[in-house]
């Protein structure tokens, strides 16, 4: 049995989520609130972040595309025209930038401030860092992510998917973080309408209805979160 260590609201864990569930894999969710560093978690890993993701019994595997290379050693080479990362070298290094693009680039200039600002810093106490939100951090974040979504448009109108003519972790990576602002109503979709058909594409798959159902305490989604055609 896979086990995840997670936060709802973290793209990495939710990227993952979405890998194992298009590979039909059965797994638990185990919550964290990375900012407490709690024993269990830092056991798994010192660096005391998320996602985590354990085997039965086996030694931990810690980060998005880590974890993501090691469901595709383990799943998707079983899995053909189903795999999530492409047979052919160049292929699979596309795939693998624009992974790291949504995971690593966007995570560093959006989605982590705008989560810990509006989310985070809402249950962190005041030694953790909670309190109010920076607006000149969220200002920059919403800046920034009308860069992202218009790159997302871009790829969507000269590719069948993100990275080519399959589904790949780079859709899943793209999505992953796209529904976390989305939730927070942070994406303006009516700028960028290419971007939105593609995300709609995305949300219509059965491995995203349970990000759908999911809400955060005390923060509800943006009004038209949980509907396909919006």
Same mark, same amino acid.
């Given at each position: 049995? %896979?086990?995840?260590?997670?936060?709802p609201?973290? @793209? +990495?864990?939710?990227? %993952?989520?979405?890998?194992m569930? !298009?590979?039909?894999?059965?797994?638990?969710?185990?919550?964290?609130?990375?900012? !407490?560093?709690?024993?269990?978690?830092?056991?798994?890993?010192?660096?005391?972040?998320?996602p985590? %993701?354990?085997?039965?019994?086996?030694?931990?595997?810690?980060?998005?595309?880590?974890? +993501?290379?090691? %469901? =595709?050693?383990?799943?998707?080479?079983?899995?053909?025209?189903?795999?999530?990362?492409?047979?052919? *070298?160049?292929?699979? @290094?596309?795939?693998?930038?624009?992974?790291?693009?949504?995971?690593?680039?966007? &995570?560093?200039?959006?989605?982590? /401030?705008?989560?810990?600002?509006?989310v985070?810093?809402? #249950?962190?106490?005041?030694?953790?860092?909670?309190?109010? *939100?920076?607006? $000149?951090?969220?200002?920059?974040?919403? @800046?920034?992510?009308?860069?992202?979504?218009? /790159?997302?448009?871009?790829? $969507?109108? $000269?590719?069948?998917?993100?990275?080519?003519?399959?589904?790949? /972790? +780079?859709?899943?990576? @793209?999505?992953?973080?796209?529904?976390?602002?989305?939730?927070?109503?942070?994406?303006?979709?009516?700028? =960028?309408?290419?971007?939105?058909?593609?995300?709609?594409?995305?949300?219509?798959?059965? $491995?995203?209805?349970?990000?759908?159902? #999911?809400?955060?305490?005390?923060?509800?989604?943006?009004?038209? /979160?949980? &509907?396909?055609?919006?």
């Open positions: 049995m %896979l086990r995840l260590h997670h936060h609201m973290s @793209a +990495a864990c939710r990227f %993952l989520r979405l890998v569930t !298009e590979y039909g894999e059965r797994f638990e969710l185990v919550d964290e609130r990375p900012w !407490e560093r709690s024993k269990e978690l830092l056991a798994l890993n010192l660096a005391g972040t998320v985590v %993701l354990v085997e039965d019994n086996g030694p931990p595997i810690v980060g998005g595309m880590v974890a +993501a290379e090691y %469901l =595709d050693e383990t799943r998707g080479v079983f899995q053909r025209d189903r795999r999530l990362l492409a047979e052919k *070298p160049f292929e699979r @290094a596309e795939i693998r930038r624009l992974t790291d693009w949504f995971l690593g680039k966007m &995570e560093g200039e959006v989605t982590r /401030y705008l989560v810990r600002e509006r985070f810093k809402r #249950e962190m106490t005041a030694a953790e860092g909670g309190g109010a *939100p920076d607006s $000149s951090a969220m200002r920059a974040a919403r @800046a920034n992510l009308k860069n992202h979504v218009r /790159y997302i448009g871009w790829l $969507s109108e $000269s590719r069948n998917w993100l990275a080519g003519s399959h589904l790949s /972790y +780079a859709d899943l990576s @793209a999505a992953a973080a796209i529904s976390v602002l989305d939730y927070l109503g942070e994406v303006r979709w009516e700028d =960028d309408p290419v971007a939105k058909d593609w995300y709609m594409r995305i949300k219509s798959r059965p $491995s995203f209805r349970p990000f759908l159902q #999911e809400r955060i305490r005390g923060i509800p989604p943006a009004a038209h /979160y949980g &509907e396909l055609d919006f």
